[in-house]
T-cell receptor, first 117, second 109 residues
Framework: ETGVTQTPRHLVMGMTNKKSLKCEQH?????MYWYKQSAKKPLELMFV???????ENNSVPSRFSPECPNSSHLFLHLHTLQPEDSALYLC????????????????FGAGSRLTVL | GQNIDQPTEMTATEGAIVQINCTYQ??????LFWYQQHAGEAPTFLSY??LDGLEEKGRFSSFLSRSKGYSYLLLKELQMKDSASYLC??????????WGAGTKLIIKP
Protein backbone atom coordinates (compact mmCIF):
# COMPACT_ATOMS: atom_id res chain seq x y z
CA GLU A 1 0.00 0.00 0.00
CA THR A 2 1.41 3.34 -1.08
CA GLY A 3 -1.20 5.55 0.58
CA VAL A 4 -2.86 6.25 -2.77
CA THR A 5 -5.84 3.99 -3.51
CA GLN A 6 -7.49 3.66 -6.90
CA THR A 7 -10.79 1.99 -7.74
CA PRO A 8 -11.78 0.08 -9.72
CA ARG A 9 -8.58 -1.80 -10.53
CA HIS A 10 -10.06 -3.12 -13.76
CA LEU A 11 -12.81 -1.69 -15.94
CA VAL A 12 -14.28 -2.82 -19.24
CA MET A 13 -16.65 -0.45 -20.98
CA GLY A 14 -18.32 0.06 -24.30
CA MET A 15 -17.88 3.22 -26.30
CA THR A 16 -21.28 4.55 -25.25
CA ASN A 17 -20.91 3.91 -21.52
CA LYS A 18 -20.26 6.43 -18.78
CA LYS A 19 -18.01 5.39 -15.92
CA SER A 20 -15.76 7.02 -13.32
CA LEU A 21 -12.36 6.24 -11.86
CA LYS A 22 -11.73 7.14 -8.24
CA CYS A 23 -8.53 8.01 -6.42
CA GLU A 24 -8.03 8.65 -2.72
CA GLN A 25 -4.86 9.66 -0.88
CA HIS A 26 -4.21 9.54 2.86
CA UNK A 27 -0.83 11.25 2.83
CA UNK A 28 -1.85 14.84 3.45
CA UNK A 29 -0.52 15.84 0.04
CA UNK A 30 -1.62 19.04 -1.65
CA UNK A 31 -1.46 17.99 -5.31
CA MET A 32 -3.04 15.15 -7.27
CA TYR A 33 -2.46 13.96 -10.81
CA TRP A 34 -3.94 11.73 -13.48
CA TYR A 35 -1.51 9.95 -15.80
CA LYS A 36 -2.13 7.63 -18.75
CA GLN A 37 0.27 4.70 -19.15
CA SER A 38 0.31 2.81 -22.44
CA ALA A 39 2.60 -0.10 -23.22
CA LYS A 40 6.12 0.94 -24.17
CA LYS A 41 5.25 4.64 -24.06
CA PRO A 42 6.22 7.35 -21.58
CA LEU A 43 3.74 8.35 -18.92
CA GLU A 44 1.36 11.00 -20.25
CA LEU A 45 0.26 13.67 -17.81
CA MET A 46 -3.47 14.35 -18.19
CA PHE A 47 -4.48 16.60 -15.32
CA VAL A 48 -2.94 18.24 -12.29
CA UNK A 49 -4.80 19.64 -9.30
CA UNK A 50 -3.07 21.72 -6.67
CA UNK A 51 -5.06 22.58 -3.55
CA UNK A 52 -8.20 21.36 -5.37
CA UNK A 53 -7.73 23.79 -8.25
CA UNK A 54 -6.92 22.47 -11.70
CA UNK A 55 -3.63 23.96 -12.78
CA GLU A 56 -2.86 21.94 -15.87
CA ASN A 57 -4.77 20.20 -18.63
CA ASN A 58 -2.47 18.78 -21.26
CA SER A 59 -4.92 19.08 -24.16
CA VAL A 60 -6.84 16.00 -23.10
CA PRO A 61 -10.00 15.16 -25.11
CA SER A 62 -13.22 16.33 -23.49
CA ARG A 63 -14.42 12.73 -23.14
CA PHE A 64 -12.19 12.71 -20.05
CA SER A 65 -13.49 14.96 -17.29
CA PRO A 66 -11.67 15.33 -13.96
CA GLU A 67 -13.16 16.30 -10.63
CA CYS A 68 -11.37 17.12 -7.40
CA PRO A 69 -13.90 17.75 -4.60
CA ASN A 70 -11.23 18.01 -1.89
CA SER A 71 -7.49 17.51 -1.48
CA SER A 72 -7.89 13.80 -0.70
CA HIS A 73 -10.12 12.70 -3.57
CA LEU A 74 -9.81 12.79 -7.33
CA PHE A 75 -12.13 11.41 -9.99
CA LEU A 76 -11.83 10.86 -13.71
CA HIS A 77 -15.21 10.74 -15.44
CA LEU A 78 -15.25 8.84 -18.71
CA HIS A 79 -17.82 8.98 -21.51
CA THR A 80 -17.99 7.97 -25.16
CA LEU A 81 -14.44 6.66 -25.07
CA GLN A 82 -12.56 5.21 -28.02
CA PRO A 83 -10.69 1.88 -28.17
CA GLU A 84 -7.39 3.80 -28.27
CA ASP A 85 -8.20 5.08 -24.77
CA SER A 86 -7.58 1.57 -23.43
CA ALA A 87 -4.64 1.94 -21.03
CA LEU A 88 -3.59 1.97 -17.40
CA TYR A 89 -4.71 5.17 -15.68
CA LEU A 90 -2.48 6.12 -12.78
CA CYS A 91 -3.31 8.55 -10.02
CA UNK A 92 -0.50 10.20 -8.09
CA UNK A 93 -0.12 12.72 -5.31
CA UNK A 94 2.70 14.92 -4.08
CA UNK A 95 3.42 17.37 -1.32
CA UNK A 96 3.61 20.25 -3.79
CA UNK A 97 2.17 20.71 -7.25
CA UNK A 98 4.17 20.89 -10.46
CA UNK A 99 6.39 23.93 -10.16
CA UNK A 100 6.75 23.44 -6.40
CA UNK A 101 10.41 22.40 -6.40
CA UNK A 102 12.77 19.96 -8.01
CA UNK A 103 12.52 17.25 -5.37
CA UNK A 104 8.76 16.81 -5.74
CA UNK A 105 8.37 13.05 -5.29
CA UNK A 106 5.21 11.48 -6.66
CA UNK A 107 3.38 8.71 -4.81
CA PHE A 108 1.37 6.61 -7.23
CA GLY A 109 -1.63 4.36 -6.91
CA ALA A 110 -1.61 0.92 -8.53
CA GLY A 111 -3.76 2.15 -11.41
CA SER A 112 -7.07 1.38 -13.06
CA ARG A 113 -6.72 -0.87 -16.11
CA LEU A 114 -9.29 0.37 -18.65
CA THR A 115 -10.41 -1.61 -21.69
CA VAL A 116 -12.73 0.08 -24.19
CA LEU A 117 -14.53 -2.31 -26.52
CA GLY B 1 11.60 18.78 -28.45
CA GLN B 2 12.26 17.11 -25.12
CA ASN B 3 13.30 13.49 -25.02
CA ILE B 4 14.31 10.77 -22.59
CA ASP B 5 15.95 7.60 -23.93
CA GLN B 6 16.36 4.33 -22.07
CA PRO B 7 16.62 0.73 -23.28
CA THR B 8 13.31 -1.04 -23.73
CA GLU B 9 14.35 -4.30 -22.10
CA MET B 10 17.36 -5.81 -20.34
CA THR B 11 18.11 -9.27 -19.00
CA ALA B 12 20.47 -10.08 -16.13
CA THR B 13 21.32 -13.00 -13.87
CA GLU B 14 20.45 -13.33 -10.20
CA GLY B 15 23.38 -12.22 -8.05
CA ALA B 16 24.94 -10.14 -10.82
CA ILE B 17 25.14 -6.35 -11.42
CA VAL B 18 23.17 -4.45 -14.03
CA GLN B 19 23.35 -0.84 -15.19
CA ILE B 20 20.30 0.84 -16.73
CA ASN B 21 21.16 3.95 -18.72
CA CYS B 22 19.06 7.04 -19.30
CA THR B 23 19.98 9.93 -21.62
CA TYR B 24 17.99 13.11 -21.84
CA GLN B 25 17.57 16.27 -23.88
CA UNK B 26 15.35 18.73 -22.03
CA UNK B 27 14.69 22.44 -21.73
CA UNK B 28 16.64 23.01 -18.57
CA UNK B 29 17.21 20.63 -15.70
CA UNK B 30 15.88 20.53 -12.15
CA UNK B 31 16.61 16.96 -11.22
CA LEU B 32 16.32 13.38 -12.39
CA PHE B 33 14.17 10.67 -10.84
CA TRP B 34 14.18 6.90 -11.00
CA TYR B 35 11.03 4.91 -10.21
CA GLN B 36 10.49 1.16 -10.01
CA GLN B 37 7.26 -0.42 -11.21
CA HIS B 38 6.45 -4.09 -10.69
CA ALA B 39 3.88 -5.55 -13.06
CA GLY B 40 0.38 -4.58 -11.99
CA GLU B 41 1.64 -2.32 -9.22
CA ALA B 42 2.23 1.36 -8.55
CA PRO B 43 5.49 3.00 -9.61
CA THR B 44 7.54 3.68 -6.48
CA PHE B 45 10.25 6.28 -5.98
CA LEU B 46 13.84 5.03 -5.97
CA SER B 47 16.14 8.03 -6.26
CA TYR B 48 16.54 11.71 -7.06
CA UNK B 49 19.74 13.29 -8.44
CA UNK B 50 20.21 17.00 -9.00
CA LEU B 51 24.01 17.27 -8.63
CA ASP B 52 26.65 15.34 -10.56
CA GLY B 53 27.92 12.17 -9.00
CA LEU B 54 26.86 8.90 -7.49
CA GLU B 55 24.15 8.46 -4.85
CA GLU B 56 24.12 5.09 -3.12
CA LYS B 57 21.16 3.52 -1.37
CA GLY B 58 21.85 -0.04 -0.34
CA ARG B 59 21.98 -2.29 -3.40
CA PHE B 60 20.82 0.56 -5.68
CA SER B 61 22.94 3.50 -6.84
CA SER B 62 22.11 6.32 -9.22
CA PHE B 63 24.63 8.40 -11.15
CA LEU B 64 24.21 11.75 -12.89
CA SER B 65 26.31 13.72 -15.37
CA ARG B 66 24.53 16.96 -16.26
CA SER B 67 27.11 17.96 -18.86
CA LYS B 68 26.51 14.70 -20.75
CA GLY B 69 22.74 14.57 -20.18
CA TYR B 70 23.22 11.10 -18.77
CA SER B 71 22.23 9.03 -15.79
CA TYR B 72 22.37 5.40 -14.84
CA LEU B 73 20.78 3.21 -12.22
CA LEU B 74 23.09 0.49 -10.89
CA LEU B 75 21.58 -2.56 -9.24
CA LYS B 76 23.94 -4.89 -7.36
CA GLU B 77 23.46 -8.42 -6.02
CA LEU B 78 20.39 -8.83 -8.18
CA GLN B 79 17.42 -10.64 -6.70
CA MET B 80 14.42 -12.12 -8.48
CA LYS B 81 12.23 -9.43 -6.90
CA ASP B 82 14.19 -6.80 -8.86
CA SER B 83 12.37 -7.93 -12.00
CA ALA B 84 10.37 -4.80 -12.80
CA SER B 85 10.24 -1.79 -15.08
CA TYR B 86 12.49 1.13 -14.23
CA LEU B 87 11.28 4.59 -15.21
CA CYS B 88 13.59 7.57 -15.69
CA UNK B 89 12.10 11.08 -15.49
CA UNK B 90 13.65 14.55 -15.72
CA UNK B 91 12.24 17.76 -14.28
CA UNK B 92 12.74 20.57 -16.79
CA UNK B 93 13.17 24.30 -16.26
CA UNK B 94 9.39 24.71 -15.82
CA UNK B 95 9.36 21.94 -13.19
CA UNK B 96 7.46 19.71 -15.62
CA UNK B 97 8.31 16.00 -15.46
CA UNK B 98 9.47 14.45 -18.74
CA TRP B 99 9.27 10.66 -18.67
CA GLY B 100 11.13 7.91 -20.48
CA ALA B 101 9.23 4.86 -21.75
CA GLY B 102 10.78 2.64 -19.08
CA THR B 103 13.20 -0.28 -19.08
CA LYS B 104 11.81 -3.74 -18.38
CA LEU B 105 14.41 -5.68 -16.39
CA ILE B 106 14.18 -9.48 -16.47
CA ILE B 107 16.16 -11.41 -13.87
CA LYS B 108 17.00 -15.04 -14.62
CA PRO B 109 18.09 -17.60 -12.02
Amino acid sequence: ETGVTQTPRHLVMGMTNKKSLKCEQHLGHNAMYWYKQSAKKPLELMFVYSLEERVENNSVPSRFSPECPNSSHLFLHLHTLQPEDSALYLCASSHGGQGYSGANVLTFGAGSRLTVL
Amino acid sequence: GQNIDQPTEMTATEGAIVQINCTYQTSGFNGLFWYQQHAGEAPTFLSYNVLDGLEEKGRFSSFLSRSKGYSYLLLKELQMKDSASYLCAVMDSNYQLIWGAGTKLIIKP
